[in-house]
């Protein structure tokens, strides 16, 4: 059974940085895509960055400049870089993975951004 598994979330001050990770497990297959997407209280889910097999990449541009998505294929592991955080950055974070003909999803971690 495949699983995704958030780490890295926490409680930072505005103009703070955090470093999310989100590792696989239980898959014998390779991920073509891999992304964030994030979850504030009372809104409705949304993306935040993509990264392909290639390395390519793409960001909200809400993030864009701010956050840097990668990814550590030899790992399992995806990375979420976060700089310069603002206070609308706080969300549950969620990594999801396109693999093997399905789609799995984290179960998630929370970030707070407050002073």
């Known amino acids: 059974q495949v699983q995704l598994v958030e780490s890295g979330g926490g409680l930072v001050q505005p103009g703070g940085s955090l470093r999310l990770s989100c590792t696989a497990s239980?898959?014998?297959?390779?991920?073509?895509?891999m992304d964030w997407h994030r979850q504030a209280p009372g809104k409705e889910r949304e993306f935040v960055a993509v990264i392909r097999s290639g390395g390519t990449t793409v960001y909200a541009d809400s993030v864009k400049g701010r956050f840097t998505i990668s990814r550590e294929d030899a790992k399992n592991t995806a990375y979420l870089q976060m700089n310069s955080l603002k206070p609308e950055d706080t969300a549950i974070y969620y990594c999801?993975?396109?693999?093997?003909?399905?789609?799995?999803w984290g179960q998630g971690t929370q970030v707070t951004v407050s002073s």
């Open positions: 239980g898959n014998s297959f390779s991920f073509n895509i």
């Open positions: 999801r993975a396109f693999g093997n003909g399905r789609v799995y």
